[in-house]
């Protein structure tokens, strides 16, 4: 009867501890999580990665990987035209200071890793002009922090996730040149922040049925099918 008050605060700080050292992210995870991309990039023509992702130099010198001054861990990641195949690993939701995120005009393909909804400081995310398929996930509807989403010129199918109209502070989202169909969701008419939209080259169907008129104002240009 004595012990039980004790017992509670006891199985906490347990399992604080188990949490703390299975979850505590560092520039360690960091360089495991860029190797595993690495690893999962099947052609590298001009041996950008392969040369220069090397273990004896410090991931924050790799090219294309940008760390914080402050925390010292990867905080956006530029591997745009670098001719790269390959595909995105479930590793990468691993790198949880991440802001920017760009792989445009690459080859990459595949389906996108839920894991991504970990990354909550993502604010610019670009897979443009790569060969993505599938759906385009409802989960990108978390993203709380994006301010541009470019997913234009993919194999993306089905149809705009009504998810996306969650994402308050996106300003451009892109994505043009995929095999979109269907109704343009209404919720992009809760988009305030939007300042340009480009969806042409789908097979969406019209009206766009924005639900605030004010976005018409905001809207710089918008083209679509
Ligand atoms: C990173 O965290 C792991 C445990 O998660 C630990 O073993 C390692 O020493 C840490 N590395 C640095 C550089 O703090
Ligand atoms: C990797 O690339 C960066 C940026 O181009 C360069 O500064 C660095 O010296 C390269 N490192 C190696 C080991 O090639
Ligand atoms: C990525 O790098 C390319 C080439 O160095 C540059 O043009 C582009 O602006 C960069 N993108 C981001 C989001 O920093
Ligand atoms: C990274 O993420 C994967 C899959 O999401 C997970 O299984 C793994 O434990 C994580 N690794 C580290 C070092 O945190
Ligand atoms: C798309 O990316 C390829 C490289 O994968 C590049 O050659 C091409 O110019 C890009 N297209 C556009 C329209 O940017
Ligand atoms: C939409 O946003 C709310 C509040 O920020 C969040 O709870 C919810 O999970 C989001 N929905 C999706 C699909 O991400
Ligand atoms: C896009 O996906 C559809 C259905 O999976 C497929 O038939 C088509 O060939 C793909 N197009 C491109 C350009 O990859
Ligand atoms: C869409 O992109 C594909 C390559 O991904 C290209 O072959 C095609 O011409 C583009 N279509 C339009 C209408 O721009
Ligand atoms: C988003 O838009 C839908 C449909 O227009 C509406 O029903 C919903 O209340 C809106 N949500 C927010 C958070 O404004």
Redesign the pocket.
Known sequence: MEKTPFLPPLMFLLLFATFSATFSANITTDQSTLLALKSHITHDPHNLLATNWSTSTSLCDWIGVTCGSRHHRVTALNLS?M?LTGTIPSQLGNLSFLASLSIC???FHGSLPIELTNLHRLKYLNFG?NSFSGEIPSWFGSFAKLQGLFLY?NNFTGVIPSTLGNLSKLGKLSLFNNSLQGQIPMTLGNLSNLEWLYLEDNSLSGPILFSTITLFSLLKSLFYN
């Open positions: 035209s001719d005009h690459n080859s002009n010129m």
